[in-house]
């Protein structure tokens, strides 16, 4: 009888150190689960945050180097600009007191024809931004340096066709150049990057996806 009785104290779960109830672990397994979601989104957050802050760092590099590499290209010109008219008007005075009064007239002409042809061209250069602006309009960029970084490389890549008009170098235009451009992969960094809202499974026009076994 006493064998009997062991035999099945063991067998009582309340009684065996390794049964079910004995077991701590038992049922956590959820609950494990979910106290990892927290630390999982902060270091998805803290990810997030890295990105932005290399991509901000990255922006104002690109941007400082066109500042600076527009500045001097202005300064250059500006300072030929300068020694040209500098030497125009030492040569006008000359043709002035030696007499030459014609010749004066010409480069006097001259003179005037290329200021209405730098007029001109900074009217042009005034049309294409606004064109390349309007363009630009509507995009999410990140933040004001990543516009204007996209508003520069625009630009450089634009040209005039046979009717003045501001075209891609490859003939298209430039709202379909534009529309490229920010399409490109390559040029993502300049833009907000885009949040997923949960509702992957839905079609562009905000409707659920059709069911494949239903029949119409």
Known sequence: MSGETNKDDNNNPANNADGEAGD???????????????AGNQDSDALTKMVAEKVE???AEIKSKLNNAYATRDEAIAKLAEKEQ???ESRLEKLREEGKHKEAFDLELTKERAKNDALLKRNTELSRDNVVRESLRGLDFR????????FKEVISELSQNENGEWVHKTGVSVSEFVQA????????FLFKPKTSTGAGSQQGNGNP??????TS
Do not use: I
């Open 24 to 38: 701590p672990n038992v049922g956590k397994e959820g609950g494990g689960a979910q106290n990892a979601d927290p």
């Open 57 to 59: 760092a990255e922006l």
């Open 86 to 88: 500098a030497e125009e």
């Open 143 to 150: 933040n004001e340096k990543a516009a204007d970084v996209a």
């Open 181 to 188: 451009f920010s399409k490109d992969e390559v040029q993502s």
């Open 209 to 214: 996806p059709a069911d494949k076994n239903s």
